[in-house]
């Protein structure tokens, strides 16, 4: 069954830096991908959404990529900033099913100041 | 921005005790969702729910668990007879329409079975 592994438990980047987090995926190529942001004791929130026809989705200081040959999404912060500290979650749909959305176990990013 | 509610915010039972953990979606969204989160591990799906049954559920959600749209706005997850695994964060969620829309969840129940 599809699996989704986020490489990092933990990431630490220093302010002003470029966070850059990784979502792999093991079987089907999903239709979508989505990354969420989860804070302690909250449930996790929308950021973005990518197609698996897009290469690359960009908000703000966000930009996400997806690579379906490498089963990977990117997912970069830039002029990275404290208030950016959170777990960060991948999610796809499962075998292709809108009512079923799985998530990755997610990374927790640190911006040191 | 509308937003889920869940209430209550945390839940403290005994285990058999039945628990309700109730949700109200968005008005106007058509899918809703049951996640479980245990501490420090990752969001795990349990349930969905679309025109007024069960669209999808995991082998997390057995007979022990159950989903009803009571009315026109709630959207509420029974736990028959509680364990001491059931013990976790519980987050609603809902979306509408178009494959891809966002989920939108509540800030969870903690429930705490002891």
């Known amino acids: 069954s599809q699996k989704i592994e986020q490489n990092s438990e933990a990431l630490n980047i220093q302010e002003g830096k470029t966070a850059t987090l990784t979502c792999n995926y093991t079987?089907?190529?999903?239709?979508?991908l989505q990354w969420y942001r989860q804070d302690p004791g909250r449930g996790p929130v929308f950021l973005l959404l990518i197609r698996e026809n897009e290469k690359e989705k960009r908000k703000e200081r966000l930009k996400v990529t997806f690579d379906t040959t490498l089963k990977q999404s990117l997912f970069h912060i830039t002029a990275s900033q404290p208030a950016d500290s959170a777990t960060y979650l991948c999610a796809l749909d499962w075998e292709n099913r809108d009512d079923k959305i799985i998530f990755g176990k997610g990374t927790r990013l640190h911006i040191l100041p | 921005e509308p937003e889920v509610t869940q209430t209550p915010s945390h839940q403290v039972t005994q285990m058999g005790q039945e628990v309700i953990l109730r949700c109200v979606p968005i008005s106007n969204h058509l899918y809703f969702y049951w996640y479980r989160q245990i501490l420090g591990q990752k969001v795990e799906f349990l349930v969905s729910?679309?025109?007024?049954?069960?669209?999808?559920k995991s082998e997390i959600f057995d007979d022990q668990f159950s989903v009803e749209r009571p009315d026109g706005s709630n959207f509420t997850l029974k736990i028959r007879s509680t364990k001491l695994e059931d013990s976790a964060m519980y987050f609603c969620a809902s979306k509408g329409q178009g494959t891809g829309s966002p989920l939108h969840f509540g800030n969870g129940t903690r429930l705490t079975v002891t």
């Open positions: 079987n089907y190529s999903p239709a979508y």
């Open positions: 729910f679309y025109n007024n049954e069960i669209s999808e």
